[in-house]
């Protein structure tokens, strides 16, 4: 194996340098991934802009990973050179008071792959042994790298809890997509999308949600909902765009006795207006979710293997992974890609449902 890899990585804010550097060394308890793809996430471009991790400069970002099995540390079990797997991304210490008492993700020294430490932007990761999941062999690899944000999703849906029949609002149409899909697997009615972008607003109907609320044509989503609901409010709000405003619409659109499931991140100093009174009066409830952790990955893998989530029409390209910083800029531009993939081994751009 060579001494050196390619590799895309994040100096300083705004500079990042694809370069050659050398191939991380494993120990006995990690594996070496060669890597296959990996998924772009708003959280890269957050750290490529300085907003998030910035003390964690410089940095290979990229957490959405799956690859095949180069090297196995002398005390991995169940592995093999040339397996495919996805990766548990999250770092944790285990004897913490949070972790046990199973709330790894509240760790004291959680830390995870590709955003406090190197991840899957360069031609190979390492990676704890036990923190692999191994891939269906007719799984494909774009399909796989989808892995990871469903792990999200499903942290977030089992945080919800909600049962069969109970009607959910979506507020956001980029996992938000996702978040809807998972809903409806679990028997939920009605699921109603909000967002901006009418293409992907189509393709969370065509994912299953029930209806869609475009805020370019309407112009206060809170009373469609309301009116979608015969007045009543919805039993789950999942807020998943980030901004205190949205946060508020949330809490508006949701039934007495309703949960928010508060998934997007804003800004630390960010203050959203909330009446304390809807959680006694109203028993409103909020809960939060960061990110899949544990057997997410298993659950995730599963639903994708079985076709009970059908995350393609999310697809929109791969890339080379010289064309990272290209990629980054036009997520920001064009509102109509969704999911882009990176991939060391492609030479040429690929372009999904076209």
Known sequence: M?????????????????????????????????????????????????????????????????????????????????????????????????????????????TQLGIHTDGGFAEYVKAPWKNCYLLPDDMDQYTAAFVEPLTAVLHASQMMDPKITTSVAVIGCGLGILHAAVAKAKGCCPVIVIGDSPARLEMAKEMGADYTIDINEIKDPVAEVMRLTNGIGVDHAIEAVGHPSTYEQAFQMLRRGGKVTAFGICAEDAVANIEPYQFVLGEKKVTGSCA????????????????????????????????????????????????????PELEERIYFNK
């Open 2 to 110: 060579k001494d050196t890899m390619k590799a895309q990585v994040v100096r300083e804010p705004y500079k990042m340098e694809y370069c050659d550097i050398p191939i991380p060394q494993i120990t006995e308890d990690e594996v070496l991934i060669k890597i296959k793809v990996c998924g772009i996430c708003g959280s890269d471009t957050s750290i490529f802009t300085g907003k998030y991790a910035a003390d964690k400069l410089p940095l290979i970002t990229g957490h959405e990973f799956i690859g095949e099995i180069a090297s196995i540390g002398s005390n991995a079990q169940g592995l093999k050179v040339g397996d495919k797997v996805a990766v548990d991304i999250c770092i944790t210490c285990g004897h913490c008071y949070f972790c046990r008492r199973g709330d790894g993700l509240l760790c004291e020294t959680f």
């Open 292 to 343: 899949g952790i544990g057997n997410n990955w298993g659950e995730a893998i599963k639903l994708l293997q079985y076709g009970i989530i059908k995350p393609e029409k999310m697809f929109s390209m791969a890339v080379p992974l010289r064309e990272l910083a290209d990629a980054l800029e036009e997520l920001k531009t064009n509102k109509d890609l969704v999911k882009v993939f990176v991939s």
